[in-house]
């Protein structure tokens, strides 16, 4: 019976997102990375910032598509490995949905969140991620960073690999693969490189930039984005040993 009741549940959240394809983009927020076991766990919340109740679909997912389940809590308690969630937040409160973090191996993805429009429209909402290392003999490390409807258009993100190390996640939540042209550029504005990213449908990639792109080593810049579809999101992180933070990609509105 249970197995029954959580076939029916994905197939109602999977239903919901096809739908989501011709909804309001603020009904939705995407996480272009999650990571759970091998030191890492992913901490996700949520507050209503309407009038209304909202109704939020949790899905995390594999690279390619598919279910990622993950040991996860809800507001410190309802543990339990799980591929969705459904989460019920009232005008003002605030939720979050946390995995744990004490497998051995490490398993990655991204996940997507689904206001499910119950009302004339959708509720505003805030949302963040948060990345935690834990490892044994020094404190934990972590960072936070804000999440948002797909970027539409091109965006740029900002690096440093002089003394320190920065990476990049980004997700392809579209149903088509896409090319994402690279314009690299050093801390002058000068374009330096320029490389073309593959990003299959429903996949996200993470990656340290200087292991990518050569051309990056050593210096401090940015690198423009051209984005040709609707279903993207990226952030990055920039390491110093063992310490990081995140930072969100700046995007120009026409």
């Known amino acids: 019976m249970k197995s029954l009741l959580y076939a029916l549940l994905g197939l109602l959240f ?13 009904l939705l927020f995407l996480v272009p990375h999650v990571v759970d076991g091998g030191s890492w766990r992913t901490t996700l919340k949520f507050v209503n910032l309407g009038t209304h109740d909202v109704q939020l ?15 996860t809590s809800i507001d410190g308690g309802q543990s339990g490995t799980r591929a969705f969630a459904f ?14 973090g004490t497998a051995n191996d490490l398993a990655s993805g991204w ?4 206001q499910n429009q119950t009302n004339c429209c959708p509720e505003p909402m805030g949302a963040m991620a948060i990345y935690t290392q834990r490892v044994p003999g020094r404190e934990d490390q ?3 960073v804000t999440l948002g ?11 440093d690999n002089t003394a320190y190390s920065t990476g990049f996640a980004i997700l392809n939540q579209s149903d088509a693969a896409t090319p994402l042209i690279a ?4 801390r002058t504005g000068k374009v330096i490189d320029q490389q073309t990213l593959l990003l299959p ?13 050569r051309s990056t080593a050593g210096i401090a810049g940015s690198i423009e984005f051209v984005n040709t579809v609707n279903g993207l999101a990226a952030f990055g992180l920039r390491f110093n040993a063992s310490a990081f933070t995140t930072f969100n990609a700046f995007t120009v509105i026409p």
């Open 183 to 186: 314009r690299i550029r050093d």
């Open 111 to 114: 996940a997507i969140a689904y």
């Open 57 to 71: 679909f949790v899905i995390f997912q594999k690279d390619g598509g598919g279910d990622l389940a993950v040991p």
């Open 87 to 100: 989460l019920s937040i009232t005008p003002g409160q605030s939720t979050t949905i946390a995995t744990t």
């Open 14 to 26: 999977w239903n919901s997102l096809g739908a989501a394809n011709t909804a309001d983009d603020s």
């Open 149 to 159: 409807p797909p970027i539409s258009r091109n965006f740029t993100m900002m690096f």
């Open 201 to 213: 449908k429903s996949t996200h990639v993470a990656f340290v930039l200087a292991d990518l792109w």
């Open 142 to 144: 972590e960072a936070a």
